[in-house]
């Protein structure tokens, strides 16, 4: 079975970090974009980042830059998060998602991804 699992969520400070880690069974993500996505309460999901060989990190929001980025872990078969200078609107459920391409979409990635993980979440108190 394919699939994406989020995990390293939790609550944490103002001004704190956090590294949410996106780890694939069935499907190898080395070649592939992998895309981070946010979803708040209330709110509609959006892009965050996406990382790929072909881009490097492309930022969906201009919120996270110089704050997020991510990397891969070849020889675990996952992809990273690294979370720095948290603020409460980065409060959210964090999602990873690919669409096995290998490059990163511009154009409406949330609709193009079509393999997501089920999310963690990251709280970040005032």
């Known amino acids: 079975q394919v699939q994406l699992v989020e995990s390293g969520g939790g609550l944490v400070q103002t001004g704190g970090s956090l590294r949410l880690s996106c780890a694939a069974s069935g499907l190898s993500l080395v070649p592939y974009a992998i895309g981070w996505f946010r979803q708040a309460p209330g709110k509609e999901r959006e892009g965050v980042l996406c990382?790929?060989?072909?881009?490097?990190?492309?930022h969906y929001t201009d919120d996270v830059k110089g704050r997020f980025t991510s990397s891969r872990d070849i020889a675990n078969n996952t992809v990273h998060l690294q979370m720095t200078s948290l603020q409460p609107e980065d409060t959210a459920v964090y999602y990873c998602?690919?669409?096995?391409?290998?490059?990163?979409?511009?154009?409406?990635?949330?609709?193009?991804?079509?393999?997501w993980g089920q999310g963690t979440q990251v709280s970040v108190s005032s």
């Open positions: 990382i790929s060989s072909k881009d490097g990190n492309i």
């Open positions: 998602a690919t669409d096995q391409d290998y490059g990163c979409p511009v154009n409406d990635p949330i609709g193009i991804m079509n393999l």
